[in-house]
Protein backbone atom coordinates (compact mmCIF):
# COMPACT_ATOMS: atom_id res chain seq x y z
CA UNK A 1 0.00 0.00 0.00
CA UNK A 2 1.10 3.44 -0.80
CA UNK A 3 2.27 5.87 2.31
CA UNK A 4 -0.73 8.47 2.50
CA UNK A 5 -0.21 11.46 0.56
CA UNK A 6 2.57 9.93 -1.37
CA UNK A 7 2.60 10.02 -5.17
CA UNK A 8 2.65 6.26 -6.68
CA UNK A 9 3.95 5.83 -10.55
CA UNK A 10 0.04 5.74 -11.69
CA UNK A 11 -0.63 9.12 -10.00
CA UNK A 12 2.71 10.71 -11.40
CA UNK A 13 1.80 9.01 -15.24
CA UNK A 14 -2.23 10.43 -14.48
CA UNK A 15 -0.89 14.07 -13.36
CA UNK A 16 1.68 13.75 -16.77
CA UNK A 17 -0.81 12.97 -19.32
CA UNK A 18 -3.67 15.26 -17.50
CA UNK A 19 -0.79 18.46 -18.20
CA UNK A 20 0.07 17.58 -21.25
CA UNK A 21 -3.51 17.34 -22.38
CA UNK A 22 -4.57 20.66 -20.90
CA UNK A 23 -1.59 22.41 -22.05
CA UNK A 24 -2.58 21.13 -26.15
CA UNK A 25 -6.20 21.81 -25.43
CA UNK A 26 -5.93 24.88 -24.34
CA UNK A 27 -2.91 26.04 -26.08
CA UNK A 28 -2.32 23.87 -28.78
CA UNK A 29 -1.36 22.82 -31.80
CA UNK A 30 2.46 22.47 -29.77
CA UNK A 31 5.01 20.06 -31.05
CA UNK A 32 7.05 17.81 -28.25
CA UNK A 33 10.15 20.51 -27.46
CA UNK A 34 7.29 22.94 -26.62
CA UNK A 35 5.32 20.87 -24.71
CA UNK A 36 8.41 20.09 -22.85
CA UNK A 37 9.64 23.88 -22.09
CA UNK A 38 6.24 25.08 -21.14
CA UNK A 39 5.54 22.11 -19.03
CA UNK A 40 9.17 21.19 -17.41
CA UNK A 41 8.80 17.68 -18.42
CA UNK A 42 11.85 15.53 -19.64
CA UNK A 43 11.78 14.85 -22.99
CA UNK A 44 11.95 11.39 -22.26
CA UNK A 45 8.67 11.84 -20.40
CA UNK A 46 7.34 13.87 -23.15
CA UNK A 47 7.71 11.55 -25.77
CA UNK A 48 6.03 8.53 -23.60
CA UNK A 49 3.02 10.20 -22.45
CA UNK A 50 2.47 11.92 -25.69
CA UNK A 51 2.71 8.16 -27.57
CA UNK A 52 0.46 6.85 -25.18
CA UNK A 53 -2.15 9.86 -25.83
CA UNK A 54 -1.28 8.87 -29.70
CA UNK A 55 -2.58 5.25 -28.59
CA UNK A 56 -5.09 6.31 -27.39
CA UNK A 57 -6.42 8.58 -30.12
CA UNK A 58 -6.35 11.10 -27.56
CA UNK A 59 -3.99 13.51 -29.93
CA UNK A 60 -3.31 13.41 -32.95
CA UNK A 61 -0.13 15.41 -35.49
CA UNK A 62 -1.67 18.10 -37.47
CA UNK A 63 1.38 19.23 -39.28
CA UNK A 64 5.14 20.30 -38.60
CA UNK A 65 7.14 23.42 -38.22
CA UNK A 66 10.73 24.29 -39.67
CA UNK A 67 13.42 23.60 -36.54
CA UNK A 68 16.74 25.13 -36.57
CA UNK A 69 18.93 23.30 -38.38
CA UNK A 70 17.17 19.78 -37.41
CA UNK A 71 14.10 18.03 -38.57
CA UNK A 72 11.01 20.00 -38.85
CA UNK A 73 9.01 19.49 -35.64
CA UNK A 74 5.58 17.58 -35.49
CA UNK A 75 2.84 19.39 -34.35
CA UNK A 76 0.23 17.79 -31.89
CA UNK A 77 -3.54 18.98 -30.69
CA UNK A 78 -6.84 17.09 -29.22
CA UNK A 79 -8.63 16.14 -32.16
CA UNK A 80 -12.06 18.41 -31.39
CA UNK A 81 -13.59 14.79 -33.29
CA UNK A 82 -12.80 12.55 -30.80
CA UNK A 83 -15.83 12.95 -28.79
CA UNK A 84 -18.86 15.13 -28.03
CA UNK A 85 -20.42 16.92 -25.26
CA UNK A 86 -23.88 17.75 -23.97
CA UNK A 87 -24.57 21.31 -21.82
CA UNK A 88 -28.02 22.51 -20.47
CA UNK A 89 -29.49 25.21 -19.24
CA UNK A 90 -32.16 25.22 -17.23
CA UNK A 91 -33.27 28.40 -17.07
CA UNK A 92 -35.75 30.79 -15.84
CA UNK A 93 -37.91 30.65 -18.72
CA UNK A 94 -36.78 27.81 -21.00
CA UNK A 95 -34.50 24.71 -20.78
CA UNK A 96 -31.81 24.66 -23.55
CA UNK A 97 -29.92 21.41 -24.68
CA UNK A 98 -26.81 21.63 -26.90
CA UNK A 99 -24.45 19.28 -28.34
CA UNK A 100 -20.78 19.88 -28.73
CA UNK A 101 -17.85 18.15 -30.40
CA UNK A 102 -14.37 18.55 -28.10
CA UNK A 103 -13.48 21.96 -29.37
CA UNK A 104 -17.01 23.78 -28.58
CA UNK A 105 -18.03 24.04 -31.61
CA UNK A 106 -21.93 23.98 -31.13
CA UNK A 107 -23.53 20.71 -33.46
CA UNK A 108 -27.00 20.88 -32.20
CA UNK A 109 -29.28 22.75 -29.83
CA UNK A 110 -33.15 22.05 -28.53
CA UNK A 111 -34.92 24.74 -26.54
CA UNK A 112 -38.07 24.38 -24.58
CA UNK A 113 -39.85 27.11 -23.16
CA UNK A 114 -41.08 26.35 -19.06
CA UNK A 115 -45.03 25.33 -19.70
CA UNK A 116 -47.38 26.47 -16.99
CA UNK A 117 -45.84 23.70 -14.84
CA UNK A 118 -42.82 26.35 -14.29
CA UNK A 119 -40.05 24.23 -12.35
CA UNK A 120 -41.87 21.51 -11.70
CA UNK A 121 -39.03 18.99 -11.19
CA UNK A 122 -40.50 15.82 -12.92
CA UNK A 123 -41.38 18.38 -15.52
CA UNK A 124 -37.70 20.27 -15.82
CA UNK A 125 -36.49 16.35 -15.87
CA UNK A 126 -38.32 15.71 -18.64
CA UNK A 127 -37.44 18.84 -20.83
CA UNK A 128 -33.50 17.59 -20.43
CA UNK A 129 -34.40 13.93 -21.23
CA UNK A 130 -36.38 14.96 -24.66
CA UNK A 131 -33.33 17.57 -25.61
CA UNK A 132 -31.07 15.20 -25.14
CA UNK A 133 -32.84 12.57 -27.45
CA UNK A 134 -33.55 15.55 -30.03
CA UNK A 135 -29.82 16.81 -30.31
CA UNK A 136 -28.56 13.48 -30.74
CA UNK A 137 -31.14 12.82 -33.07
CA UNK A 138 -30.55 15.94 -35.35
CA UNK A 139 -27.04 15.91 -35.26
CA UNK A 140 -27.07 11.80 -36.11
CA UNK A 141 -24.41 11.73 -33.20
CA UNK A 142 -24.30 8.05 -31.34
CA UNK A 143 -24.83 8.25 -27.95
CA UNK A 144 -21.89 6.12 -26.76
CA UNK A 145 -19.47 8.87 -27.94
CA UNK A 146 -20.61 11.54 -25.14
CA UNK A 147 -18.50 12.06 -22.68
CA UNK A 148 -21.12 13.00 -20.33
CA UNK A 149 -24.04 15.90 -19.66
CA UNK A 150 -23.17 18.71 -17.68
CA UNK A 151 -26.37 20.96 -16.57
CA UNK A 152 -26.30 24.29 -15.02
CA UNK A 153 -29.25 24.91 -12.58
CA UNK A 154 -30.11 27.67 -10.27
CA UNK A 155 -29.63 27.43 -6.61
CA UNK A 156 -26.80 24.98 -4.53
CA UNK A 157 -25.70 22.19 -5.74
CA UNK A 158 -24.52 19.42 -3.44
CA UNK A 159 -22.38 16.89 -5.45
CA UNK A 160 -22.51 14.25 -3.35
CA UNK A 161 -20.09 10.95 -4.33
CA UNK A 162 -18.59 11.55 -6.86
CA UNK A 163 -17.73 7.51 -7.20
CA UNK A 164 -21.50 7.55 -7.76
CA UNK A 165 -21.24 9.30 -10.97
CA UNK A 166 -23.56 11.75 -10.72
CA UNK A 167 -26.15 9.97 -8.50
CA UNK A 168 -25.57 11.93 -5.72
CA UNK A 169 -26.28 15.42 -6.93
CA UNK A 170 -29.20 17.30 -4.51
CA UNK A 171 -30.01 20.39 -5.88
CA UNK A 172 -31.23 23.45 -3.31
CA UNK A 173 -32.86 26.57 -4.82
CA UNK A 174 -35.45 28.55 -3.15
CA UNK A 175 -36.43 30.96 -6.16
CA UNK A 176 -37.90 27.81 -8.16
CA UNK A 177 -38.97 25.76 -4.87
CA UNK A 178 -36.53 22.87 -5.16
CA UNK A 179 -36.10 21.69 -1.57
CA UNK A 180 -33.28 18.95 -1.53
CA UNK A 181 -34.27 17.61 -5.27
CA UNK A 182 -32.09 14.80 -6.34
CA UNK A 183 -31.76 15.70 -9.52
CA UNK A 184 -29.05 13.59 -10.40
CA UNK A 185 -31.22 10.12 -9.43
CA UNK A 186 -33.79 11.86 -11.46
CA UNK A 187 -31.79 12.15 -14.46
CA UNK A 188 -30.30 8.60 -14.16
CA UNK A 189 -33.55 7.32 -14.71
CA UNK A 190 -33.60 8.47 -18.14
CA UNK A 191 -29.74 7.97 -19.34
CA UNK A 192 -26.91 6.07 -18.36
CA UNK A 193 -24.40 9.14 -19.68
CA UNK A 194 -22.40 10.43 -17.01
CA UNK A 195 -23.93 13.26 -15.39
CA UNK A 196 -22.02 16.74 -13.86
CA UNK A 197 -24.12 19.28 -12.42
CA UNK A 198 -22.99 22.52 -11.23
CA UNK A 199 -24.70 26.32 -10.78
CA UNK A 200 -25.56 28.20 -13.80
CA UNK A 201 -23.46 31.26 -12.58
CA UNK A 202 -20.13 28.74 -11.56
CA UNK A 203 -21.13 27.39 -15.25
CA UNK A 204 -21.09 30.67 -16.85
CA UNK A 205 -17.86 31.65 -15.13
CA UNK A 206 -15.72 29.01 -16.36
CA UNK A 207 -16.44 29.20 -19.99
CA UNK A 208 -15.79 33.01 -19.61
CA UNK A 209 -12.38 32.00 -17.57
CA UNK A 210 -11.72 29.24 -20.39
CA UNK A 211 -12.81 31.18 -23.12
CA UNK A 212 -14.59 34.76 -23.10
CA UNK A 213 -13.93 38.35 -20.99
CA UNK A 214 -11.86 35.74 -17.79
CA UNK A 215 -9.26 34.17 -20.31
CA UNK A 216 -5.80 35.28 -18.30
CA UNK A 217 -7.04 36.33 -15.32
CA UNK A 218 -6.16 34.90 -12.00
CA UNK A 219 -8.35 36.63 -9.77
CA UNK A 220 -12.17 37.66 -11.31
CA UNK A 221 -15.55 37.59 -10.33
CA UNK A 222 -17.96 36.51 -13.51
CA UNK A 223 -21.56 37.95 -12.99
CA UNK A 224 -24.50 36.62 -14.11
CA UNK A 225 -27.41 38.72 -15.32
CA UNK A 226 -30.67 37.30 -16.17
CA UNK A 227 -34.01 36.52 -14.42
CA UNK A 228 -32.25 36.51 -11.50
CA UNK A 229 -28.50 37.31 -10.74
CA UNK A 230 -25.64 35.24 -9.58
CA UNK A 231 -21.88 35.37 -9.71
CA UNK A 232 -18.99 32.83 -10.02
CA UNK A 233 -16.14 34.24 -7.58
CA UNK A 234 -11.97 32.62 -9.15
CA UNK A 235 -9.48 33.29 -6.48
CA UNK A 236 -6.24 32.39 -8.00
CA UNK A 237 -7.46 30.93 -10.56
CA UNK A 238 -10.26 28.28 -9.02
CA UNK A 239 -13.80 28.75 -8.37
CA UNK A 240 -14.09 29.65 -4.78
CA UNK A 241 -17.30 27.36 -3.25
CA UNK A 242 -17.48 27.63 -0.56
CA UNK A 243 -18.07 25.10 2.39
CA UNK A 244 -21.06 23.67 1.41
CA UNK A 245 -20.95 24.69 -2.70
CA UNK A 246 -23.01 27.88 -2.00
CA UNK A 247 -20.58 30.87 -2.36
CA UNK A 248 -21.43 33.16 -5.52
CA UNK A 249 -25.14 33.54 -4.21
CA UNK A 250 -24.14 37.26 -4.81
CA UNK A 251 -27.69 38.30 -5.87
CA UNK A 252 -29.46 37.73 -3.05
CA UNK A 253 -26.81 40.29 -0.43
CA UNK A 254 -29.20 42.68 0.46
CA UNK A 255 -28.84 46.59 -0.76
CA UNK A 256 -32.29 47.55 0.83
CA UNK A 257 -32.95 45.70 4.39
CA UNK A 258 -36.78 45.76 4.49
CA UNK A 259 -37.18 46.25 0.79
CA UNK A 260 -38.65 44.84 -2.08
CA UNK A 261 -39.45 41.68 -1.45
CA UNK A 262 -37.34 38.85 -3.43
CA UNK A 263 -38.34 35.29 -5.06
CA UNK A 264 -36.27 33.79 -2.17
CA UNK A 265 -38.78 34.84 0.10
CA UNK A 266 -36.30 37.73 2.04
CA UNK A 267 -36.32 41.28 1.32
CA UNK A 268 -34.00 43.87 0.08
CA UNK A 269 -31.91 41.36 -2.15
CA UNK A 270 -29.74 42.97 -4.94
CA UNK A 271 -32.07 40.04 -6.96
CA UNK A 272 -35.65 42.00 -6.48
CA UNK A 273 -33.72 45.25 -7.92
CA UNK A 274 -31.87 44.66 -11.14
CA UNK A 275 -32.79 40.95 -12.00
CA UNK A 276 -34.64 41.39 -15.55
CA UNK A 277 -37.93 39.49 -13.65
CA UNK A 278 -38.30 42.18 -11.01
CA UNK A 279 -36.79 44.95 -13.99
CA UNK A 280 -39.98 44.87 -16.16
CA UNK A 281 -42.37 43.92 -13.18
CA UNK A 282 -41.21 47.19 -11.43
CA UNK A 283 -41.34 48.84 -15.16
CA UNK A 284 -44.97 47.34 -15.36
CA UNK A 285 -45.70 48.53 -19.08
CA UNK A 286 -44.52 45.49 -20.86
CA UNK A 287 -47.10 44.29 -23.56
CA UNK A 288 -49.66 41.80 -21.62
CA UNK A 289 -48.40 38.34 -22.09
CA UNK A 290 -45.13 39.17 -23.55
CA UNK A 291 -41.90 37.02 -22.46
CA UNK A 292 -39.49 38.21 -20.09
CA UNK A 293 -37.08 39.06 -22.57
CA UNK A 294 -39.64 40.80 -24.42
CA UNK A 295 -40.29 42.99 -22.10
CA UNK A 296 -36.82 43.74 -21.11
CA UNK A 297 -36.40 44.56 -24.39
CA UNK A 298 -39.61 46.97 -24.37
CA UNK A 299 -38.20 48.46 -21.26
CA UNK A 300 -34.65 49.31 -22.99
CA UNK A 301 -36.57 50.36 -26.28
CA UNK A 302 -38.54 52.81 -24.10
CA UNK A 303 -35.22 54.16 -22.20
CA UNK A 304 -33.48 54.98 -25.81
CA UNK A 305 -36.32 56.54 -26.66
CA UNK A 306 -36.02 58.97 -23.74
CA UNK A 307 -39.22 57.89 -21.93
CA UNK A 308 -38.60 59.20 -18.77
CA UNK A 309 -39.86 56.34 -16.21
CA UNK A 310 -37.55 53.57 -18.09
CA UNK A 311 -34.66 55.92 -18.05
CA UNK A 312 -34.81 56.85 -14.31
CA UNK A 313 -35.34 52.91 -13.42
CA UNK A 314 -32.22 51.95 -16.10
CA UNK A 315 -30.21 54.48 -14.02
CA UNK A 316 -31.62 53.52 -10.84
CA UNK A 317 -30.30 49.62 -11.57
CA UNK A 318 -27.19 50.53 -12.77
CA UNK A 319 -26.35 52.33 -9.72
CA UNK A 320 -27.83 49.17 -7.72
CA UNK A 321 -25.73 47.45 -9.99
CA UNK A 322 -22.63 49.49 -9.70
CA UNK A 323 -22.76 49.76 -5.69
CA UNK A 324 -23.08 45.68 -5.42
CA UNK A 325 -19.96 45.49 -8.01
CA UNK A 326 -18.08 47.58 -5.74
CA UNK A 327 -18.97 45.26 -2.82
CA UNK A 328 -17.15 42.59 -4.84
CA UNK A 329 -14.39 44.74 -5.48
CA UNK A 330 -13.95 45.69 -1.45
CA UNK A 331 -14.55 41.75 -0.80
CA UNK A 332 -12.37 39.73 -3.10
CA UNK A 333 -9.85 42.43 -4.88
CA UNK A 334 -10.34 40.50 -8.15
CA UNK A 335 -8.33 42.19 -11.26
CA UNK A 336 -11.68 41.56 -13.08
CA UNK A 337 -15.05 41.65 -13.54
CA UNK A 338 -17.02 40.05 -16.36
CA UNK A 339 -21.25 40.69 -16.88
CA UNK A 340 -22.34 37.98 -18.36
CA UNK A 341 -26.10 36.15 -19.10
CA UNK A 342 -28.54 37.56 -21.22
CA UNK A 343 -29.81 40.29 -19.49
CA UNK A 344 -26.55 41.56 -18.86
CA UNK A 345 -25.50 41.45 -22.80
CA UNK A 346 -29.29 42.95 -23.62
CA UNK A 347 -28.33 45.95 -21.29
CA UNK A 348 -24.93 46.40 -21.04
CA UNK A 349 -23.40 48.74 -23.87
CA UNK A 350 -26.57 51.11 -22.30
CA UNK A 351 -26.28 50.33 -18.96
CA UNK A 352 -21.54 49.70 -18.20
CA UNK A 353 -20.55 53.49 -18.09
CA UNK A 354 -23.14 54.04 -15.21
CA UNK A 355 -22.46 50.61 -13.64
CA UNK A 356 -18.21 51.45 -13.64
CA UNK A 357 -18.86 54.93 -12.78
CA UNK A 358 -21.45 53.90 -9.78
CA UNK A 359 -18.79 51.20 -8.61
CA UNK A 360 -15.91 53.74 -8.72
CA UNK A 361 -18.09 56.19 -6.02
CA UNK A 362 -18.22 52.80 -4.07
CA UNK A 363 -15.87 51.16 -3.82
CA UNK A 364 -12.25 51.62 -2.33
CA UNK A 365 -9.76 53.12 -4.43
CA UNK A 366 -6.49 51.78 -4.43
CA UNK A 367 -8.55 47.99 -5.20
CA UNK A 368 -11.37 49.52 -7.74
CA UNK A 369 -8.09 50.96 -9.64
CA UNK A 370 -6.51 47.65 -10.35
CA UNK A 371 -10.01 46.39 -11.21
CA UNK A 372 -11.43 46.12 -14.80
CA UNK A 373 -15.15 45.85 -15.86
CA UNK A 374 -16.43 44.51 -18.92
CA UNK A 375 -18.98 42.06 -20.49
CA UNK A 376 -18.87 39.26 -21.33
CA UNK A 377 -17.80 37.89 -24.71
CA UNK A 378 -19.45 34.37 -25.43
CA UNK A 379 -23.19 35.55 -25.75
CA UNK A 380 -26.66 34.84 -24.06
CA UNK A 381 -26.07 30.85 -24.28
CA UNK A 382 -22.85 30.87 -22.75
CA UNK A 383 -24.55 28.87 -19.43
CA UNK A 384 -25.01 26.18 -22.03
CA UNK A 385 -21.41 26.46 -22.65
CA UNK A 386 -20.17 26.15 -19.33
CA UNK A 387 -22.47 23.17 -18.84
CA UNK A 388 -20.43 21.85 -21.04
CA UNK A 389 -17.24 22.04 -19.42
CA UNK A 390 -17.91 19.82 -16.72
CA UNK A 391 -17.66 17.05 -18.01
CA UNK A 392 -14.48 18.36 -20.13
CA UNK A 393 -13.13 19.29 -17.04
CA UNK A 394 -13.19 16.02 -16.04
CA UNK A 395 -11.35 14.81 -19.49
CA UNK A 396 -8.91 17.20 -18.70
CA UNK A 397 -7.85 16.58 -15.83
CA UNK A 398 -8.01 13.02 -15.20
CA UNK A 399 -5.60 12.52 -18.11
CA UNK A 400 -8.26 11.82 -20.72
CA UNK A 401 -10.31 9.60 -18.98
CA UNK A 402 -13.26 8.18 -21.12
CA UNK A 403 -16.20 5.79 -20.09
CA UNK A 404 -15.76 2.19 -21.17
CA UNK A 405 -17.50 2.37 -24.42
CA UNK A 406 -14.89 4.88 -25.38
CA UNK A 407 -12.18 3.80 -24.40
CA UNK A 408 -10.80 1.27 -27.00
CA UNK A 409 -9.16 3.23 -30.13
CA UNK A 410 -11.54 1.57 -32.67
CA UNK A 411 -14.14 4.22 -31.11
CA UNK A 412 -12.53 7.18 -32.94
CA UNK A 413 -14.74 9.22 -35.07
CA UNK A 414 -13.98 9.63 -38.67
Keep these: MAERGKQTVRDLRRNSRSTLLQRLYFEGPLSRQELG ?161 DNGAKTLGQAEMWFGAGRGARHAVVALFGSGVGACVIADGARFRGATSSAGEWGHTKVHVGGRLCRCGSRGCLEAYVGAEALVERWGRAPEGSSEKAGLAALLAAAEAGESDAVELLTEAAEYFGAAIADLINLFNPERIVIGGWAGLMLGPRLLPDIRSAATSYALRFPRAQTSIELGRLGPDAVTVGAATLPLWHFLESGGDLPQRLAAPTALLR
Design 37 to 197: RITGLSAGSVSNVVGELLADGLVEECGSVESDGGRPRILLRVPPGRAHLVGVDVGETQVRVALFDLGLTELAASDHPLSDSGHDVDHVVELIRTGLTDVLAASGTDPATVLGVGVGVPGIVEQGDPAEHGLGIVVHSQTVDWDAVPLGRLLRAGTDLPLYV
